[in-house]
């Protein structure tokens, strides 16, 4: 049994389970979905492990590079005369895939922890809970785009019902608003892996693919097709492969997400429940960030290379406005919502600049968000939970009444901010020293970009810094009086220990980056050699 | 002499009046009379006719036949007027309307 | 990637991991086991006194002797290998030595100073990790790490200021303190990453060493700054440099170069406090008082000077007078500021200030070694002079409890008179505060006439407009004297004001134990001259000695007339204060003034950032925040009523014209049904005459047609 087939469908198993079991079993649900959260962990530690980080299994446009693989024939129709159609259960990681997996993996536990406080319906919560967990996983595994596609798609269902029934007050309109949102990226995403699909041949079989690694290789494409990069194609009057890259790029952005695309996050975020808030922000938008670099660049690395500039542009912006939204805001989950899309923007700064350095700290910051914003968004759930409120005006001196949390949120909070010694710091300041060196490697990104993306760290300290100041530290004021402070106890046993593992990853990433680095680096210099080549 | 014609004209006057009264009368029993009316026309032409019969008297016997079978379904029809006023308190046709569709 | 370590250079190395990490493992031993115990106190300041027993071996084995440098590779991203490493050179070894030096009086005086308070192994926790922060921030090899500890020293200092975090004030000024660090670690950061673009490297020794990539290879030209590496052949593999195939050629625009200065800038004027980012500094002072000596007048403040020293080859002259100007005019600003505090605290943070910019202005003149000798000096009767104001503040507070007063504990207003009643922290203040005035037997006086005399020397070599610079550098240095003079006047002469307001106060006040006292003494010795120069007059030390000079000077009259100047003009000011503040003779400066309200209103720079900047960035914010909510989503949201338009006039059509058609055609269906249903209106009589009516007809139209 392959290794990453079993990571993938695990959970979904465990899904059956609780479908199968009647519903005067519900207390057990939540011990099988830990349970199958941790299996898989456990899987997904021995692939890290096993994974084998020298530049002969660097991945990225060499099929043969992968790791973990399977490959079968799922769907295959003979159409006759338009020829074959090859649909395969292809799965396999590299570099850029497999630290992702780890991070999801331990995500997926805490938000399987943060779940207890779920109440009704539980059934139908944790099923839909591990339909999720297997459709993330199948994202980052997949190398056939159809696949992908697949699971892409199914993942929207689950959360569309986990923010539309489990959410807050306006649980509805965001539960739409981020339904829209990512179905409007999608379909048009399909239309480009349809044009994709006939574009492309497998040179062994002679049959169109949907081979995601064969679509890497410029010589696989069919000379005249859509978006084969000698016939110049146009659609509407622009190149066809920038149309393509586009529609990719704006699929994935919706996700990361990248302003202006950004609007359905702090919704989804604010309505959503503790453990979805936790995937959206853990997983969702690391998806976007996973899908440009293994898609975007991979598929149109000339498209990419013309357009890094404005890839920049776009991650500087939603640097510093998700951070100026920040500062602004009086909700907390609000304002983690929009450091989220400035902390976001860095990625897409890295990925812009192309350079060795970018990218690792691209995906160095994806990894350190997935931790820092799991453990930001479980915080905001725990004063939440306790008196159903988050207005950070509403709150002061929390740090007296709550101690154990609040060095908690010191933690997260400075992580976040980028303080050395913690995940974040690495992966920010090389995501700019890439930025900056862009210009003397490839001439992508002017110098300014770097220097306004350092100011975005400025806000970042401004804006957790005041919400510390303002909602933890001073005397005790709160606005429910007597009964808040009853009611806010500090962290039980069960929220420690889902924090600890999170503030530890977050420490010891910052510590030894060599733990993302050193498995990513090989992968990352191929993909920056075959971006070269374009 | 009395011609046949006499008779049909006495049969018509007399069919018309009963028409005249099944028609606007707004009492059943009246209605029930001008049946009764229009039935002795008709038996009048029967014993007319029966004249040309090659049949002797054969036209009598039939209208006496006709006369017991009108006496019969008049018996039959004033029990029913009589249960209708029963049913509705009235015998006016008009108020009656639940043969409606 | 390096030859054989010697023996006793390996000892060093060991000897200089232990110095850092001990107070690391103290505290993670009090943040893991000694949480609430007393003894996380002593467990610290054990950890702080090993520390500097072998930070003085390790001293001895550096000073003047070979440059050590080792490294391991800490991880490899892309191309390039970040290094872990220690540098260690007389610049480092200094620092090394000083750090624990001068926090190990100040941990002997915490255990005392704090013993009362509810968070005392927080506190100790909190110490312990900003002396490990800063120790590893002065032996560091490379950018990535002295960034690193730059900003944990910056977050040690944020946590020991917000120290008691239920007063708002002290939360609003570590907030403070850390963003406006942040200004200049971004400063920092956006240098770090100029200069690794174009040398490829982080490597401090590579980079600024004596046959260092900026120091030697690097050169602006038409425009651009390049980096030329061919001659790094000669270089030898055993030290571990990396050899690059010759004309390697790196360049990028000359403007950079300055760009990357003022982020260096920048970063020193966060944390050394200079114009204009200084405004933390006093703020700072919500912070325990020991705290205060420790990191905001001794040892992080200085790091930025610290970074200068580390960097300096970089700077171009036009840079180094830059630094000059900024360096000479927060000295002034912050000593005419220092003239009118009330705040006993505050007083000695503008002081502090002013003394930095002392050193950034020593800096830019070129006189490096004074600058640094300043340093060292500064620290010890700075921070001497923060435990004394810790001392009179304590028994001030004790004063204040034991009477139930409400006044203000660090108020000038309410001292005064104390001489008799703590006279070793009188004397001991008596010898920082003439340390600081620079008189002559003390080590200020080293010190701080070596920056004079240079600067007037500077000054006099390049002419014109650059004479502002000694002289106001002069002017500083008296208003330093009597600044100094109004302090230790109000404090320890005159009468107990205390008493004079509140007559029937008792006070028991008292120099206190040894843990106080030892601290004082420590301190006091080593702001005397012996410790650094055996001739009480020079105005150089034996530091000095051991570390570069940059700046060109001619020895002459200057050397002999500067000094004399200086002290006679300090004498005087002292002369003045006396009769000012004790005889009452003259009135100084009406308190009404413009110039009075200037100073004592901070030059309203504070007032200034608050209202302009701090305002500006959140109405940009709000505004942004409204832009997010209206304009973005609600563009999304114009689309979705777009949509819900379009769909409702497609709900309509469907409705009412497709349905309609439908409906219309059952409309007309049962409009007729309706008609012919009128004949089934159950009356008898009708059915009857419409019969009739029917046969009638019949028969007419048989007739009819029979008849055509």
């Known amino acids: 049994m392959n290794l990453l087939t079993l990571l993938i469908f695990t959970p979904v198993l465990f ?394 949120v010191m933690v997260a909070f400075f992580a976040s901010l980028g303080l050395p010694g913690f995940s974040a710091f690495v992966a920010e300041a090389f995501t700019l020293a890439g930025a900056f060196k862009s210009h003397n490697i490839n001439g992508l990104l002017p110098y300014w970009m770097a220097v306004c993306g350092s100011v975005g760290i400025l806000l970042s300290a401004a804006y957790f810094l005041w919400t510390l100041q303002r909602m933890f530290f001073g005397t005790i004021s709160l606005k429910g009086g007597d009964f808040w402070k009853g009611a806010l106890t500090d962290i039980d046993w069960r929220e420690r220990l889902t924090l600890l593992p999170l503030a530890i990853m977050a420490l010891a990433l910052g510590i030894m980056p060599s733990l993302v680095l050193g498995k990513i680096n090989e992968s990352v210099l191929a993909l920056v050699q075959y971006l070269q080549l374009k | 002499m009395i011609t046949l014609t006499d008779f049909m004209v006495v049969s018509a006057v007399l069919f018309c009046t009963g028409l005249f009264i099944i028609v606007s009368k707004k009492n059943a029993i009246q209605i029930l009379i001008g049946i009764e009316l229009m039935l002795n026309a008709a038996i009048l032409n029967l014993v007319a006719f029966g004249k040309y019969d090659r049949v002797n008297n054969s036209g009598q016997i039939f209208a006496l036949f006709a006369i017991i079978l009108a006496a019969a379904t008049t018996a039959v029809a004033l029990a029913i007027i009589l249960n209708v006023y029963k049913q509705y308190k009235t015998i006016n046709p008009d108020q009656i309307k639940d043969l409606k569709d | 990637m390096k030859e054989a370590i010697l023996p006793q250079e390996l000892q060093t190395i060991y000897l200089t991991i232990l110095i850092v990490l001990l107070p690391f493992a103290a505290f993670i031993l009090n943040f893991l086991f000694l949480n609430k115990s007393k003894a996380s106190g002593w467990v610290s300041t054990i950890a702080i006194l090993i520390s500097s027993i072998f930070s003085i071996f390790v001293f001895t084995a550096i000073w003047n002797g070979p440059v050590i440098h080792v490294q391991t590779i800490w991880f490899t991203i892309g191309d390039s290998q970040v290094h872990a490493g220690l540098l260690l050179n007389n610049l480092s070894v200094l620092m090394l030595a000083l750090v624990p030096l001068v926090a190990l009086p100040v941990h002997i005086y915490s255990t005392a100073y704090m013993k009362d308070d509810a968070g005392y192994g927080r506190y100790f926790r909190y110490l312990s990790f900003f002396c490990f922060s800063m120790l590893a921030l002065v032996v560091v090899d490379n950018l990535v790490l002295f960034y690193a500890f730059w900003e944990l020293v910056g977050f040690a200092s944020y946590l020991l200021i917000g120290f008691w975090f239920d007063r708002p004030a002290a939360v609003q000024a570590n907030k403070k303190a850390f963003i406006m660090n942040r200004i200049g670690d971004i400063g920092l950061l956006t240098a770090i990453i100029i200069i690794y673009t174009l040398f490829g490297t982080f490597d401090l020794e590579k980079l600024f060493g004596a046959e260092g990539f900026v120091t030697r290879y690097s050169y602006i030209e038409n425009g651009t700054w390049s980096f030329y590496l061919n001659h790094v052949l000669h270089v030898p593999v055993s030290r571990g440099w990396t050899v690059m195939a010759p004309h390697t050629v790196t360049q990028i625009p000359a403007i950079w170069q300055y760009v990357a200065f003022g982020g260096i800038f920048l970063g020193v004027a966060a944390k050394s406090a200079q114009f204009p980012l200084h405004t933390w500094l006093p703020d700072a002072m919500e912070g325990p008082t020991s705290v205060s000596a420790l990191i905001h007048a001794a040892t992080m403040v200085a790091a930025g000077v610290f970074l200068l020293g580390r960097v300096y080859p970089m700077f171009n002259t036009t840079e180094l007078n830059i630094l000059a100007a900024v360096g000479c005019f927060t000295a002034f600003m912050a000593a005419t500021i220092a003239l009118t505090q009330t705040d006993l605290k505050r007083i000695l943070a503008y002081s502090t200030i002013s003394q930095l910019g002392y050193m950034v202005m020593a800096m830019g003149i070129g006189a490096y070694a004074s600058s640094l000798f300043h340093l060292v000096t500064h620290a010890f009767f700075k921070c001497l002079l923060f435990l004394c104001a810790g001392i009179v503040i304590h028994q001030i507070k004790h004063v204040k409890e034991d009477n139930h007063l409400d006044i203000d504990p660090q108020d000038l207003a309410n001292m005064g008179g104390l001489r008799k009643k703590l006279p070793v922290t009188f004397v001991a203040t008596l010898i920082a505060g003439l340390a600081l005035i620079g008189l002559p037997l003390t080590s200020g006086y080293l010190s701080k006439e070596g920056i004079l005399v240079q600067a007037f020397e500077w000054a006099e070599l390049k002419g014109g407009a650059f004479m502002l610079i000694p002289v106001f550098a002069s002017i500083t240095s008296w208003l330093t004297a009597f600044y100094v003079a109004r302090m230790i006047l109000k404090v320890f002469y005159g009468d107990m004001n205390l008493s004079k307001l509140y007559p029937n106060i008792t006070i028991h006040i008292g120099d206190g134990g040894w843990r106080y006292q030892l601290p004082l003494i420590m301190l006091a010795l080593c702001s005397l001259f012996p410790l650094f120069s055996l001739n009480p007059l020079a105005h150089s030390g034996w530091l000095t000695g051991g570390l570069p000079q940059y700046g060109q000077y001619t020895a002459g009259l200057v050397e002999l007339m500067v000094p004399v100047i200086i002290n006679v003009g300090s004498i005087a000011m002292l002369y003045y204060a006396y009769m000012a503040y004790i005889k009452q003779r003259d009135k100084v400066a009406a308190q009404p003034s413009l110039l009075h309200r200037i100073s004592f209103n901070e030059w309203y720079i504070d007032a200034f950032y608050q209202r302009v900047i701090v305002r500006a960035v959140m109405t940009f914010s709000k505004a942004l925040y409204w832009f997010d909510l209206k304009v973005i989503d609600g563009l999304v949201n114009l689309f979705e009523r777009i949509a819900r338009c379009i769909a409702g006039a497609a709900a309509w059509f469907d409705k009412y014209i497709v349905d309609g058609l439908l409906h219309l055609a059952a409309a007309l269906v049962a409009y007729i049904g309706g008609i012919a249903r009128r004949f089934q209106n159950g009356k008898v009589q009708y059915y009857l005459f419409s019969m009739l009516l029917a046969v009638i007809v019949v028969f007419i139209l048989k007739i009819l047609i029979w008849n055509s």
């Open chain 1, 15 to 408: 899904g059956l389970i609780i479908l199968v079991l009647p519903s005067s079993m519900r207390a057990s649900f939540k011990y099988i979905t830990l349970f199958a959260t941790l299996l898989q962990l456990a899987f997904s530690i021995f692939i890290y492990v096993n994974f084998n980080a020298d530049a002969a299994h660097a991945g990225i446009s060499h099929e043969a590079q992968y790791q973990f693989v399977q490959k079968l024939p799922w769907i295959n129709l003979n159409l006759g005369g338009a020829g074959k159609m090859q649909i395969e259960y292809y799965v396999g990681i590299d570099g850029i895939s497999v630290t992702l997996l780890v991070m999801t993996a331990l995500v997926m536990v805490v938000a399987a922890v943060a779940s207890w406080e779920i109440k009704s319906n539980l059934k139908g919560f944790f099923a839909l809970f591990l339909l999720l967990d297997m459709a993330v996983v199948g994202v980052f595994c997949a190398l056939d785009f159809f696949l992908f596609y697949t699971f892409y798609e199914l993942m929207l269902l689950p959360l569309y019902f986990l923010i539309g029934m489990w959410g807050g007050a306006r649980r509805e309109y965001a539960a739409i608003k981020f339904f829209l949102y990512t179905l409007f990226g999608s379909v048009f995403m399909l239309l480009v892996m349809i044009g994709l699909y006939l574009s492309v041949k497998d040179p062994v079989t002679g049959n169109h693919t949907f081979n995601m690694v064969q679509m890497m290789d410029p010589k696989n494409f069919i000379d005249g097709s859509v978006f084969s990069i000698l016939s110049h194609q146009t659609i509407m009057g622009m190149p066809a492969r920038t149309v393509g890259f586009v529609v990719l790029f704006i699929a994935f952005a919706i996700k990361v997400p990248v302003v202006p695309l950004h609007t359905w996050l702090p919704d989804a975020h604010v309505e959503a429940p503790t453990p979805v808030s936790i995937i959206l922000a853990g997983v969702l938008l690391k998806i976007g960030g996973y899908g440009i670099i293994r898609i975007c660049l991979g598929i149109f690395p000339d498209v990419a290379h013309s357009g890094a500039f404005w890839l920049g542009l776009l991650g500087i912006i939603s640097i510093l406005y998700g951070a100026f939204n920040a500062l602004a805001q009086r909700d907390l989950k609000r304002m983690i919502a929009y450091s989220s899309v400035s902390h976001m923007g860095f990625v897409l700064l890295g990925i812009a600049s192309q350079t060795a350095e970018g990218i690792s700290g691209a995906v160095l910051q994806m990894v350190s968000h997935g931790f820092l914003s799991t453990m930001l968004f479980f915080l905001v759930g725990v004063v939440y939970s306790r008196v159903h409120d988050r207005d950070i005006y509403h709150f002061r001196g929390l740090a007296t009444l709550m101690p154990r949390y609040t060095v908690y």
